[in-house]
């Protein structure tokens, strides 16, 4: 039987004291947040023009001109609200407080008196809106306008933008449904949006209205053919027919291989969760636990990156994972670690905490500079300047992260998640708080629990919980699935039960009662299945959670030519150059081959000692332009 899931671990709640996560949070607001302000504002020289925040001005009538951006500008700015939430509970800021008000003042004067609310529509084709779900993000945008409402109102209590928001989202569920008008979103988002407002006013319409647009999907007549016949224009020009590409292909319940766009996929599963949790639909559980196993088995590289083409920036199929093409957007990871929370609120197991990890050090992080001023839209796992980001098939794969760009989705969906990345870490349901990752701070949960935690983690593995309030309760912690040598003390005795990847502490708690977790962080190699054929005879290097890369800065060029020996033993360096001050490096003895001039030869390449070094992936091309290699041939018989 599902157990419903709580509510999140309120935030308000969380204080995050964590040498690696409070040095990203710091940087997201005392950085990114400020510059991706001014980005939305046109007030950055030299990169990619948003337009976002006049299009509201313009939707509201207070300047001319016209719209300019993608059609679905308005979510960059719902998303750096959200962001903007959630940093105000890690620092309070007054002067940013007042900036996010009067943009959520200029939101509302932007929506029209019946709920609508899309500057696209409003400022430039007022005559055609709702006509073309499939392309034109009406749904999606206002999915996330609407997150940001529940952020904003779960983390400051204020309800200036759920009131705007509750308006848009009656309009919508007036609108569709069983008995209504018929549709679906082309790019899911609405769904998860809907029930997070449904769990904090308990309004049943909210959770219907999700329902609806999960259930409707994939069902006949083909809802976008059908929309398509009806109307004489088009946007991007998209073929109705392609139903994978929005899995709209067969019934949500009846999917099993995850297709189509990476990011609408991984949307689409975690809304499916949220309401198979509400709900109770076992049918539906079933249906995300057979997709999240197709990814996971099948579909995902491993830094945590989906969506192996860039044809629909879309997964294509089992095993098909190129390093140097492929796309593994930074949304698409953030969209699996959406997922792989909800799995783990409605099933704690290791498996998806394990992903949740992953998806956090690699996936996600990759996709932002350390400066916090550039980003990847998309994250290789192998570039090379002057093919990749050059040639036609390797345009997207880009050498370096550039300082904005049209399509800007990821910048602030990094900034959303990274500032509330304490709903992440921990949990909770009516008996038992979890520790799903190790995040330094301290919490006070619903239960009466108050715990603190200090951790080295993730480039040391001691991490040490001290209850600070008498209470009886279960307290479950997670063990890595990498770890294979860790020891759990409670008060100084062993305590080694361990139950689908957590250990279990039941008590009744007195306050300083000290919980320590003593995890061999070691460096690892990792071998891909060998139906991956870009991996065959490949070696990736690991430690922790973290996935390793080999960059050129230390390695010189041509990284394709170096080779790790099988029995090569890998040293630990914690760095200390500017760039990754304190990072742990991998460092190894391993060979680099070299040929003849010849393009095809007779002679084997000849072989000579090479001093190698491996970077965490998430720092790559942080030090200049340069080849970079997440898997190098393993030389055998070493």
Same mark, same amino acid.
């Given at each position: 039987?599902?157990?419903?899931?709580?509510?999140?671990?309120?935030?308000?709640?969380?204080?995050?004291?964590?040498?690696?996560?409070?040095?990203?949070?710091?940087?997201?607001?005392?950085?990114?947040?400020?510059?991706?302000?001014?980005?939305?504002?046109? &007030?950055?020289?030299?990169?990619?023009?948003?337009?976002?925040?006049?299009?509201?001005?313009?939707?509201?009538? +207070?300047?001319?001109?016209?719209?300019?951006?993608?059609?679905?500008?308005?979510?960059?700015?719902?998303?750096?609200?959200?962001?903007?939430?959630?940093s105000l509970v890690i620092h309070p800021d007054e002067k940013l407080e007042r900036e996010a008000l009067d943009l959520i003042a200029l939101v509302g004067r932007a929506q029209?008196?019946?709920?609508?609310?899309?500057?696209?529509?409003?400022?430039?084709?007022?005559?055609?809106?709702?006509?073309?779900?499939?392309?034109?993000?009406?749904?999606?945008?206002?999915?996330?306008?609407?997150?940001?409402?529940?952020?904003?109102?779960? &983390?400051?209590?204020?309800?200036?933008?759920?009131?705007?928001?509750?308006?848009?989202?009656?309009?919508?569920?007036?609108?569709?449904?069983?008995?209504?008008?018929?549709?679906?979103?082309?790019?899911?988002?609405? +769904?998860?949006?809907?029930?997070?407002?449904?769990?904090?006013?308990?309004?049943?319409?909210?959770?219907?209205? $999700?329902?609806?647009?999960?259930?409707?999907?994939?069902?006949?007549?083909?809802?976008?053919?059908?929309?398509?016949?009806?109307?004489?224009?088009?946007?991007?020009?998209?073929?109705?027919?392609?139903?994978?590409?929005?899995?709209?292909?067969?019934?949500?319940?009846?999917?099993?291989?995850?297709?189509?766009?990476?990011?609408?996929?991984?949307?689409?599963?975690?809304?499916?969760?949220?309401?198979?949790?509400?709900?109770?639909?076992?049918?539906?559980?079933? $249906?995300?636990?057979?997709?999240?196993?197709?990814?996971? %088995?099948?579909?995902?590289?491993?830094?945590?990156?989906?969506? =192996?083409?860039?044809?629909?920036?879309?997964?294509?199929?089992?095993?098909?994972?190129?390093? %140097?093409?492929?796309? &593994?957007?930074?949304?698409? =990871?953030?969209?699996?670690?959406?997922?792989?929370?909800?799995?783990?609120?409605?099933?704690?197991?290791?498996?998806?905490?394990?992903?949740?990890?992953?998806?956090?050090?690699?996936?996600?992080?990759?996709?932002?500079?350390? %400066?916090?001023?550039?980003?990847?839209?998309?994250?290789?796992?192998?570039?090379?300047?002057?093919?990749?980001?050059?040639?036609?098939?390797?345009?997207?794969?880009?050498?370096?992260?550039?300082?904005?760009?049209?399509? $800007?989705?990821?910048?602030?969906?990094?900034?959303?998640?990274?500032?509330?990345?304490?709903?992440?870490?921990?949990?909770?349901?009516?008996?038992?708080?979890?520790?799903?990752?190790?995040?330094?701070?301290?919490? =006070?949960?619903?239960?009466?629990?108050?715990?603190?935690?200090?951790?080295?983690?993730?480039?040391?593995?001691?991490?040490?919980?001290?209850?600070?309030?008498?209470?009886?309760?279960?307290?479950?912690?997670?063990?890595?699935?990498?770890?294979?040598?860790?020891?759990?003390?409670?008060?100084?005795?062993?305590?080694? +039960?361990?139950?689908?990847?957590?250990?279990?502490?039941?008590?009744?708690?007195?306050?300083?009662?000290?919980?320590?977790?003593?995890?061999?962080?070691?460096?690892?190699?990792?071998?891909?299945?060998?139906?991956?054929?870009?991996? &065959?005879?490949?070696?990736?290097?690991?430690?922790?959670?973290?996935?390793?890369?080999?960059?050129?800065?230390?390695?010189?060029?041509?990284?394709?030519?170096?080779?790790?020996?099988?029995?090569?033993?890998?040293?630990?360096?914690?760095?200390?150059?500017?760039?990754?001050?304190?990072?742990?490096?991998?460092?190894?003895?391993?060979?680099?081959?070299?040929?003849?001039?010849?393009?095809?030869?007779?002679?084997?390449?000849?072989?000579?000692t090479a001093a190698l070094r491996a970077v965490p992936y998430f720092a790559w091309g942080n030090r200049g332009a340069g080849e970079m290699r997440v898997w190098l041939i393993?030389?055998?018989?070493?």
């Amino acid at each position: 039987m599902i157990k419903k899931q709580l509510p999140s671990v309120d935030l308000t709640r969380v204080s995050i004291s964590d040498p690696f996560w409070s040095k990203v949070q710091n940087l997201v607001t005392d950085v990114v947040i400020p510059y991706q302000k001014q980005i939305l504002e046109d &007030a950055v020289p030299g990169v990619e023009k948003s337009h976002a925040i006049e299009n509201f001005r313009i939707a509201a009538g +207070e300047q001319k001109g016209e719209f300019y951006g993608m059609v679905f500008q308005d979510s960059d700015v719902a998303k750096w609200l959200e962001a903007v939430a959630y940093s105000l509970v890690i620092h309070p800021d007054e002067k940013l407080e007042r900036e996010a008000l009067d943009l959520i003042a200029l939101v509302g004067r932007a929506q029209e008196p019946d709920g609508y609310l899309n500057t696209y529509f409003t400022a430039k084709e007022p005559e055609h809106k709702w006509q073309n779900l499939q392309e034109c993000h009406e749904l999606y945008c206002a999915g996330h306008m609407l997150e940001a409402a529940v952020g904003w109102y779960e &983390a400051t209590g204020k309800t200036e933008l759920l009131d705007i928001m509750r308006r848009n989202a009656d309009l919508i569920c007036s609108r569709f449904g069983k008995d209504k008008l018929r549709g679906i979103p082309g790019h899911e988002e609405i +769904e998860m949006a809907l029930v997070r407002l449904y769990r904090i006013t308990g309004e049943k319409k909210y959770l219907d209205t $999700a329902g609806y647009f999960l259930e409707e999907r994939g069902t006949e007549p083909n809802y976008f053919k059908e929309e398509r016949a009806k109307r004489d224009w088009e946007h991007w020009g998209m073929n109705p027919d392609d139903r994978e590409y929005a899995q709209n292909h067969a019934p949500v319940k009846q999917q099993d291989k995850a297709v189509g766009h990476a990011v609408r996929a991984a949307y689409l599963y975690t809304a499916m969760a949220d309401y198979a949790s509400e709900t109770g639909d076992e049918e539906m559980y079933e $249906a995300c636990k057979r997709l999240w196993r197709n990814i996971v %088995d099948c579909r995902m590289y491993v830094t945590g990156g989906i969506g =192996s083409t860039v044809h629909g920036e879309a997964f294509s199929v089992d095993y098909e994972l190129p390093n %140097d093409l492929v796309y &593994a957007e930074t949304c698409a =990871s953030v969209a699996m670690a959406f997922f792989a929370r909800r799995m783990m609120e409605i099933e704690p197991k290791g498996e998806y905490a394990d992903i949740l990890e992953k998806e956090l050090y690699n996936g996600i992080l990759s996709g932002m500079q350390l %400066d916090g001023r550039r980003f990847f839209y998309v994250n290789p796992l192998e570039v090379v300047p002057g093919v990749s980001g050059k040639l036609p098939e390797y345009k997207h794969a880009l050498p370096e992260r550039p300082g904005w760009y049209a399509c $800007a989705c990821c910048p602030p969906n990094v900034a959303r998640l990274a500032t509330s990345i304490g709903q992440y870490a921990w949990g909770e349901n009516e008996d038992t708080v979890y520790a799903h990752t190790y995040l330094g701070g301290k919490v =006070s949960f619903r239960n009466g629990a108050v715990i603190s935690c200090k951790s080295s983690y993730p480039w040391q593995g001691n991490i040490q919980y001290t209850m600070e309030a008498d209470k009886e309760f279960t307290f479950a912690i997670h063990i890595p699935g990498w770890c294979k040598n860790w020891s759990l003390h409670v008060n100084g005795q062993e305590q080694p +039960e361990l139950r689908d990847g957590y250990a279990y502490l039941h008590r009744a708690w007195k306050a300083g009662d000290v919980v320590e977790l003593t995890l061999k962080l070691e460096p690892r190699k990792l071998y891909a299945n060998t139906n991956v054929r870009a991996d &065959a005879g490949c070696v990736a290097l690991a430690r922790g959670p973290i996935v390793y890369c080999f960059e050129e800065k230390d390695n010189g060029t041509k990284l394709s030519a170096l080779r790790i020996p099988r029995g090569a033993a890998i040293r630990e360096e914690t760095c200390i150059e500017e760039k990754l001050d304190g990072m742990t490096a991998l460092t190894l003895s391993g060979v680099r081959v070299t040929s003849g001039p010849a393009l095809y030869s007779e002679e084997p390449p000849k072989e000579e000692t090479a001093a190698l070094r491996a970077v965490p992936y998430f720092a790559w091309g942080n030090r200049g332009a340069g080849e970079m290699r997440v898997w190098l041939i393993e030389k055998e018989g070493c």
